[in-house]
């Protein structure tokens, strides 16, 4: 079913991870999770958890993450769109690994909501490479290889890193060529400042 873009938008604060493969995203995402309560999404884990399911169009999603390329717009929208209606009740979203390029922000925020900040996990392609690599030995995935790291690392140079310009000043880029704590207490103060500039603005009466 294509992605219907009539439909109304959600009333709860969005933030988007966004950052290279292996830059520490999923990891970070999993300690913002227990902290505070908000639902997590990864877009890649509801590719391939659509692959698992053997979907008709399971084989066109795994080929395309083979190669290390962007799937299409309205999987990825429908996807998105149907994880936060089953869990309509979070108290916000954690949207992992999304935008991947300028107009699948743009779609989100026109029919689906707004976000009210990026988190940036910057590092550099050696080290993801490396992360990649290390965890190539078991994750099993189908895209953890030399080959197909290369071309993530092209895509993302490519179509993502032009999000954190366009989004500007709801970015907030973090360094994560650091430990998982020491990039942790960063991500920490950032969820304070939100909490604190949201609740003084009372956010979602003024967005909609
Ligand atoms: P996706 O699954 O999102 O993969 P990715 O963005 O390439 O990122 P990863 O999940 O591999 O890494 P991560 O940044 O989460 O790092 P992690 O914490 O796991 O996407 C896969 C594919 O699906 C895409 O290529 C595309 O084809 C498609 N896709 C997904 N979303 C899409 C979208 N919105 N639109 C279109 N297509 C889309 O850590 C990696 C490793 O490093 C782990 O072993 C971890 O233990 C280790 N590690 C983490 N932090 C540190 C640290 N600080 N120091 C040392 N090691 C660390």
Redo the contacts with the bound molecule.
């Keep these: 079913m294509a992605f219907d873009y009539r439909r109304k938008p959600f009333n709860r604060p969005v933030i988007f991870i966004l950052?290279?493969?292996?830059?520490?995203?999923?990891?970070?995402?999993e300690k913002i999770v227990k902290d505070y309560g908000y639902h997590h999404m990864?877009?890649?884990?509801?590719?391939?958890d659509e692959v698992k399911r053997g979907s008709k169009r399971a084989d066109c999603l795994k080929q395309?993450?083979a190669?290390?390329?962007?799937?299409?717009?309205d999987?990825?929208l429908e996807l998105?769109r149907d994880e936060m209606d089953r869990s309509r009740r979070a108290k916000g979203f954690i949207i992992?690994?999304?935008?991947?390029?300028i107009p699948?922000g743009l779609q989100f925020e026109k029919s689906i909501a707004r976000c009210i900040s990026i988190m940036y996990?910057e590092c550099t392609n050696e080290?993801?490479t490396k992360?990649?690599m290390?965890?190539a030995k078991t994750?099993g995935?189908v895209?953890?290889n030399a080959e197909t790291i290369k071309k993530?690392l092209h895509?993302?140079e490519e179509q993502t890193k032009p999000v954190v310009k366009e989004w500007g000043r709801r970015v907030r880029t973090i360094n994560?060529?650091?430990?998982?704590d020491?990039?942790y207490r960063d991500v920490q103060t950032h969820m304070r400042n939100l909490q604190m500039y949201h609740a003084q603005n009372n956010w979602y009466c003024n967005y909609y």
Excluded: H, N
């Design positions: 950052g290279g493969p292996g830059s520490g995203k999923g990891t970070q995402c990864s877009t890649g884990d509801l590719l391939r395309t993450m190669e290390g390329k962007l799937v299409s717009q999987v990825i998105v992992d690994g999304f935008p991947r390029d699948q996990f080290e993801m992360r990649l290390g965890r994750s995935r895209d953890d993530r895509t993302f994560a060529m650091r430990g998982v020491d990039i």
